[in-house]
């Protein structure tokens, strides 16, 4: 049996050509992927030059983010069912994540963390993985903001996994 598919309304709002707000965009998410089992996530937005350009009409929908570039921004839902394959990865992001619902481990060189619908998470660089080992999927807000690979006693640790 095939998991239902994320269903995720994406509103984006932006200006007319006399300066008045308007939405561009109201629709359900499209670009829903998964990478591996009991996984989903779909890029909400994303950009590609920091400071952002909030007039640039370019359709972030179409960009590659599995790599971010030094100026990159990614805002993605994600969708961990449960028994979500495990993952063991490191970004070179700084990631805002907000648990939206459900309940999930965050796994961090062997450190578990509970974490519960509204807990926050500031993700910097660190090794880590999410369990799910309850009953209902998790579903976590993420913005990912590129960044330094952080170095330590003169190694660096770049993303992987």
């Not at 709002?13 to 965009?25: L, P, R, S």
């Not at 805002?75 to 063991?88: E, H």
Request: hydrophobic share 35%.
């Amino acid at each position: 049996k095939r998991p239902q598919l994320m269903q995720i309304r994406r509103v984006v709002t932006g200006h007319d050509q006399q300066g008045k707000a308007i939405v561009q965009h109201d629709e359900l998410c499209t670009n829903v992927i998964s990478r591996r089992d009991h996984h989903q996530s779909c890029v909400i937005w994303s950009t590609s030059q920091f400071p952002i350009d909030n007039q640039d009409s370019t359709n972030p929908l179409l960009r590659d983010v599995s790599a971010l570039e030094k100026t990159d921004t990614v805002f993605r839902i994600v969708q961990y069912d449960p028994g979500v394959a495990p993952r063991n990865h490191r970004t070179e992001t700084i990631d805002y994540a907000i648990v939206m619902s459900g309940s999930i481990q965050m796994d961090l060189d062997g450190t578990i963390v509970d974490l519960k619908q509204g807990d926050v998470i500031v993700q910097r660089g660190t090794i880590h993985n999410w369990i799910n080992n309850g009953t209902t999927p998790c579903i976590i807000a993420f913005i990912l903001i590129a960044a330094k690979p952080v170095d330590l006693n003169h190694k660096t640790l770049h993303a992987h996994g």
